[in-house]
T-cell receptor, first 113, second 113 residues
Framework: GQSLEQPSEVTAVEGAIVQINCTYQ??????LSWYQQHDGGAPTFLSYNGLDGLEETGRFSSFLSRSDSYGYLLLQELQMKDSASYFC??????????????FGQGTTLQVKP | SQTIHQWPATLVQPVGSPLSLECTVE??????LYWYRQAAGRGLQLLFYSVGIGQISSEVPQNLSASRPQDRQFILSSKKLLLSDSGFYLC????????????FGEGSRLTVL
């Protein structure tokens, strides 16, 4: 089986930096993805880490450490529109042609003025 | 460009009634297709995935079934809905060569009364 753990809620102020952590336990592992979901909307892809290290995309960065079974999403220069739920998701070995992802329970980020 | 359409967006059904949710993808061929369900304030649970026409894999035992009658069409069905089937249903597609990215439809919100 597999499990992913991330904090249920995070609050930060506009302009600040926030880090959302994700720890996982899987029988095998290809990579870690991050998705954003605004209330009532569909999840949208933010980033993917297939290798250890940091991936940067604009204000968002994602990090993976395979040895620690740990990753995080870093959001910089927070804006009000960043208020949303953020999900980590793992792609397990054995899913090379299925591409299926297993999602965490999500972290609700509230950005305050 | 690729698009994914999912309908209906909202439906309210009585217990014991049938269900049919439809999803179609345009602009790509031989996609992997997925049905996820999301309970209020929770993560995404993978229900079914398909790597080709007529090929359906179920992730959890349940009151639902899926079919893929055409390459870019994915249908979620039930013969008799239960109260516990209420939720937000999301269709998604991805490719086998993997970047950790799935593309989600806008979702179907089902309320069973």
């Amino acid at each position: 089986g597999q499990s992913l753990e991330q904090p249920s809620e995070v609050t930060a102020v506009e302009g600040a930096i926030v880090q959302i952590n994700c720890t996982y336990q899987t029988s095998g592992f290809y990579g870690l993805s991050w998705y954003q979901q605004h209330d009532g909307g569909a999840p949208t892809f933010l980033s993917y880490n297939g290798l250890d290290g940091l991936e940067e995309t604009g204000r968002f960065s994602s990090f993976l450490s395979r040895s620690d079974s740990y990753g995080y999403l870093l959001l910089q220069e927070l804006q009000m529109k960043d208020s949303a739920s953020y999900f980590c998701a793992v792609r397990e070995t054995g899913s090379s042609n299925t591409g299926k992802l297993i999602f965490g329970q999500g972290t609700t980020l509230q950005v305050k003025p | 460009s690729q698009t994914i359409h999912q309908w209906p967006a909202t439906l309210v059904q009585p217990v014991g009634s049938p269900l049919s949710l439809e999803c179609t993808v345009e602009g790509t061929s031989n996609p992997n297709l997925y049905w996820y369900r999301q309970a209020a304030g929770r993560g995404l649970q993978l229900l079914f995935y398909s790597v080709g026409i007529g090929q359906i894999s179920s992730e959890v035992p349940q009151n639902l079934s899926a079919s893929r009658p055409q390459d870019r069409q994915f249908i979620l069905s039930s013969k008799k809905l239960l109260l516990s089937d209420s939720g937000f249903y999301l269709c998604a597609w991805g490719q086998g060569e993997y970047t950790g990215e799935l593309f989600f439809g806008e979702g179907s919100r089902l309320t069973v009364l």
